[in-house]
């Protein structure tokens, strides 16, 4: 008596735990929830970004960033949350902007069929004081 128990316990174990409940796949991941999404083609066109490898994509955004006044900081991070995903993120703090003081954007890409596809690319901003929201948000400066 007490095997059958046991058998169907770790049945039932088995059946929920491959259930994926439809609410997680229609609300958006917790990473993209405060960025503004952009439109693709446009970004990497304006960039002039043709590769698709994750890593080279940093570099490009990184080596493209010339205007310096003004900089105090400026980054760039390529992690790989899955062997199928990564995420880079570019953050400059120190905009020549009388309105931005600081941007980010987060690109997410997947890697299908032998290559790495960009599917999404989001941006925050900072103002500079008195010119709209101090913390990372998707709103625009005034």
Not at 65 to 77: N, T, V
Not at 94 to 107: E, N, P, Q, T, W
Request: glycine share 6%.
């Amino acid at each position: 008596m007490n095997k059958y128990i046991v058998k169907r316990s770790i049945f039932f174990l088995a059946v929920f735990g491959c259930i994926q409940f439809p609410t997680v796949a229609l609300s958006q991941p917790v990473s993209r929830s405060n960025y503004e999404s952009i439109n693709v083609k446009q970004f990497l066109g304006d960039r002039k970004i043709t590769v698709s490898n994750p890593k080279d994509i940093a570099a490009k955004l990184f080596s493209r960033d010339q205007e310096s006044e003004g900089r105090k900081s400026d980054g760039i991070s390529v992690e790989y949350p899955t062997r199928e995903t990564a995420v880079i993120e570019h953050t400059v703090i120190g905009l020549a902007d009388d309105s931005v003081a600081a941007m980010r954007h987060r690109i997410e890409l997947v890697f299908r069929q032998n290559k790495w596809e960009i599917m999404w690319i989001g941006r925050q901003s900072k103002c500079q004081p008195n010119r709209g929201h101090q913390n990372w948000a998707a709103g625009r400066c005034r």
